[in-house]
């Protein structure tokens, strides 16, 4: 299930939609610790205070986090996520009416469906409890498929198409991506951005 190799994303192209990559992430919904880059493809923590942003119910307070501006509502759906040299992560995808105050169980009963980087080289799949993910080497780019219509939501290494983790659920409405580079470190650790990798076919 879900894309195995690029040669079938070709002779998909016409059934992909939107054609894979066309995200960008909404300002509107990201933590006052987030720095959007001007395209709104790359997320970064700042160290620097929040700023001041006007507060928003769309808004999240306390997890650092920030939702993608497109909403999925039917059809297939591909992007890549740049995830290189950090060392705490979560991606994946969130209903478009989850709670944004407050801390937030990042978890399917409550309209999230992720995958994490956590303590510098584990992964996990965030379900209740977690599960941990058979990772063979550091990844470096993170695929993710979604077909909506079918309640499917896949993971894969993307470097390799290697599979990591598929979550069969009945979407409860629509859905939007979902990204949190994690805090960063004084020491440098964790300091790389998140970024949205334009795939091309």
């Known amino acids: 299930m879900g894309p195995l190799q690029y040669t079938i994303w070709k002779s ?11 995200l960008t992430l ?4 990201a933590h006052q ?5 001007d395209d709104c493809t ?21 997890e650092v986090s920030v939702l993608g501006a497109e909403a999925f509502g039917s059809g297939v759906h591909y992007w890549e996520v740049v ?3 950090k060392t705490q992560w979560m991606i994946g995808l969130a209903h478009e009416a989850v709670t944004r105050k407050g801390s937030i169980q990042i978890q399917p009963s409550r309209g999230f ?9 584990q992964y996990s799949a965030c379900t209740e409890p977690w599960t941990r993910l058979n990772v063979k080497s550091k990844l470096e780019k993170v695929g ?8 499917l939501l896949i993971f894969y290494n993307a470097d390799d198409m290697a599979w990591l983790y598929t979550f069969r659920e009945k979407f409860p409405g629509k859905l ?4 949190s580079p994690g805090q960063s470190h004084a020491n440098g650790k964790n300091v790389q951005p998140l970024r949205i990798n334009t795939v091309r076919i």
Not at 26 to 29: E, K, N, S, Y
Request: hydrophobic content about 40%; overall charge negative; proline content about 9%.
């Open 12 to 22: 998909l192209f016409q059934d992909i939609h939107p054609v894979p990559a066309a």
């Open 113 to 121: 469906y992720c995958i994490v980087m956590h303590d510098g080289n």
């Open 26 to 29: 909404d300002p509107v919904t």
């Open 83 to 85: 995830v290189s040299e």
């Open 176 to 179: 939007c991506s979902y990204f």
């Open 144 to 151: 993710v498929f979604l077909d909506y219509d079918k309640g």
């Open 42 to 62: 790359i997320v970064a923590y700042g160290n620097l205070h929040p700023q001041p942003l006007q507060d928003s119910p769309k808004r999240f307070d306390v």
């Open 33 to 37: 610790r987030l720095i959007l880059s």
